[in-house]
């Protein structure tokens, strides 16, 4: 059974910093391309980064601007992204993906982590 859970959510000021973590289980963690999506009230799941971690290629959302950084320790079977600068806008539920051909779209995702909530106040 495939799990993905995610952890390091939480309620910061904009302009600080949180580091989220999914730990996945039941797989071949390098058969995957592992990959945070978010999800705003309201609004549709969007693609926020991915990392193919066979080889550690990363691609990002133009919404990101420097400001994330995904990376992946193979040894752990976990997948990091780093958040900087937030904004009240990067406030959502962040999930975790995983996906033998992960893309921007969430269709493309085989499995998810329950999300962790982030909110950025101002």
């Known amino acids: 059974q495939v799990q993905l859970v995610e952890s390091g959510g939480g309620l910061v000021q904009a302009g600080a910093s949180l580091r989220l973590a999914c730990v996945a289980s039941g797989l071949t963690f390098t058969d995957y391309t592992m990959g945070w999506f978010r999800q705003a009230p309201g609004k549709e799941r969007e693609f926020v980064a991915r990392?193919?971690?066979?080889?550690?290629?990363?691609n990002y959302a133009d919404f990101v601007k420097g400001r994330f950084t995904i990376s992946r320790d193979n040894a752990m079977n976990t997948v990091y992204l780093q958040l900087n600068s937030l904004k009240p806008e990067d406030t959502a539920v962040y999930y975790c993906a995983a996906g033998w051909y992960l893309i921007s779209r969430p269709s493309t995702a085989d499995y998810w982590g329950q999300g962790t909530q982030v909110t950025v106040s101002s």
């Open positions: 990392v193919i971690t066979s080889v550690g290629t990363s």
